[in-house]
């Protein structure tokens, strides 16, 4: 029997409502994006690329918005708004048909199910490994990205601050 990985998205998010605080990095934390000289990023073709791509977010999913990001050398920093309803109760109808194994959904038979968070940074990690990849550039994603549900005003003007003030930081930054 094929083994899968456990979903690391929480079990009492249902991922198609809310704001998010979103953190994607490179693999190996490559500096893929570019580099930080005297306090200010200097963009990679593939972080040119990024910025453009996250600056139009439309183009991957009309339920998505993106009103704050960063693009560090080796991650990036977003405030992704998934336009519907926080809505806790429908984790119960649906976290089922959402697992990668089909053995255990409700519905084996039923495609897996995809939320509208997931489905937006699937778009966005494989349209930048497309680019790079068009140009011979080498580029590789870590496999996951860390999602925070914006709890409230106090939590989202936190995590704002942190985005706007990352790149004169980045010589404290875990991900340095």
Request: with cysteine; proline share 5%.
């Amino acid at each position: 029997m094929e083994q899968y990985r456990k979903s690391p998205r929480a079990i009492f998010l249902d991922y198609d409502g809310g704001d998010f605080f979103v953190t994607i990095c490179t693999r190996n934390r490559e500096h893929y994006f570019g580099e930080i000289v005297d306090g200010r990023m200097i963009m990679s073709e593939v972080g040119e690329f990024l910025t453009a791509q996250l600056s139009e977010y439309s183009l991957y999913s009309r339920d998505v918005e993106i009103p704050l990001f960063t693009v560090m050398p080796n991650h990036l920093h977003a405030i992704v708004h998934v336009k519907g309803e926080y809505a806790p109760d429908r984790r119960y109808d649906n976290r089922e048909q959402r697992s990668v194994n089909p053995h255990l959904r409700s519905n084996p038979a039923e495609p897996q199910e995809m939320p509208k968070l997931s489905t937006y940074i699937r778009s966005l990690k494989g349209a930048v490994t497309k680019f790079a990849k068009s140009r011979r550039i080498e580029f590789a994603w870590q496999s996951r990205y860390h999602d925070h549900y914006i709890r409230n005003a106090h939590d989202g003007n936190n995590i704002a601050e942190y985005i706007m003030n990352n790149v004169a930081r980045w010589d404290k930054d875990c991900f340095y």
